[in-house]
């Protein structure tokens, strides 16, 4: 991947992102802030790739702690906001 | 089709789920499924991830996700609502302390095996800078949320800070020039923990959603740099994506406080000098849970505004037992939530909906400041600054031009209080001494819960 192609894709997404966020209500602002935060997580892919290519002490060790800390942001992150949503959702459902 | 060609269209997979699911995070009804669209993303992102021939070591990968899983899954289980921003603050610490390692690392490997470019060196650079700020600026979130850090700086504050921030520009040039030497990398990753903490120690209370969200853009854009370092199309799409959402949600709480973030940043959060209880005199009027319960069997229409001392004193179920009783003898209830009330975008939706209150019962600023008119009793619960009618009337005060819900407007405002001191920003209240305020000094929830028993017994 070029270098151009590369600024490219993070110009367009970042449009991107900022288009499908804009009207999002208050109410899940939390719960949108800690999904995305999940996403963020995606750091992961290139930690397991670090980790994994028996390079150095060094960087082993690098990646098997990136690998750990990503692995907590994206399992935490997720089920976290599955559980704000499903506050969201269950109320819904007892009062109807 | 070869092992690479399977690992980029599962790329290409997971940036499509990750997109529609951050699309579905925007509503709603469409929320649950965005966040599982987004959760599928990842793993098939990880799935395809092992495919690749570089991996070596799969015993030690294993180990790490296992570990990670477990902490992650008994962090997220176990969280109290009311501790939600801390836990928020520590996942984007970690995010960005991962992008850090990762990009060292693939940095380090690539000068050993004289594979790297300018670009790798100057995303490396980028990368570990941000992504160091990210992680020590959310560990002084973290403190500062979970209310065991206190410290708040130091004279001269300002000036190390900028100096953190302009020695990391030479440093980066630096490391690029010379990326055989590995201290430079270190050395700007130490000037990013400096200015991850200096930058976050002088925010207070009222400033942390917008901390919150800027440290959740930073951990994006550190994840999005690390996909330079490793030329990984998914990494820049998904952290541009979530540092983008991140930047919208800063600017939407910047403007509820009518701060730019620069401010929010550079200057100290406006207070004022007020002393406390000296500048209402006799002008107060207090009241008790009985005299409010009779207010309120008369009412038509109550407004509840709840606030950051509604989430201290773990009020929430109790104000959903005062709903349900008022529900339950006609009365119209409904809640006027201020954006930054709490302590993280859109946190005090979260507690209220984890005490099982409707979210279409919940009224942003807009919504709610036309219908206070109509209102016969609104109950201001551990509200301070958002309800204050200064920042409307009065252009000398530290919060003039702040967006606040307008609850004077309303025939009787409860204001529920544990004394007349001052609120976060420090400056007094012109609402507590209007003709048409009540103030109920006492611990949140033991007011409401009073309320109840009275309007039980009446």
Redesign the interface.
Known sequence: ?T?LI?LT???L??????E?????????????????????????????????????V???T????????????????????????????G??K??S | MSRLDIIDLGYLLSAVLFIVGLKGLGRPRTAPRGNLLGAAGMFLAVLVTLLNQDILTYTMLALALAIGTAIGAVLALKVKMTSMPELVALFNGFGGGASVMVAAASFIEAVDLNAHTTQISVAAAVTAFIGAVTLTGSMIAFGKLKGSLGWSGFPGLSLVRAASLLVAVPLAVLLVMQPENQGWLWALVAAGFILGVLGTVPIGGADMPVVIALLNALSGVAASTTGFVLDNPLLIIAGSLVGASGLVLTQVMCKAMNRSLLEVLFTAAPTGSSSGDDDYGDGVTATSGEEVAMLLEIAERVVIVPGYGMAVAQAQHAVRDLMVRLEASGVEVVFGIHPVAGRMPGHMNVLLAEAEIDYELLFDMDQINPTFARTDVTIVIGANDVVNPAARTDPDSPIAGMPILDVDDSRTVVVIKRSLSPGFAGISNPLFVADNALLYFADAREAVLEIVTALNEG
């Open positions: 991947m270098l590369a894709l993070f110009v997404a970042v449009f991107l992102g900022m499908l966020i804009s009207k999002v209500p208050a109410t899940l602002h939390t719960p949108l802030m800690s999904g995305s935060n999940a996403i963020s997580g995606i750091t992961l892919i290139g930690a397991l790739v670090s980790a994994g290519t028996d390079h150095s060094l960087t082993t690098l990646g098997f702690v990136a690998v750990t800390l990503a692995t907590i942001n994206v399992v935490g992150g997720f089920l976290v906001t599955n559980r704000m949503l499903a506050m969201f959702a109320r819904k007892n009062r």
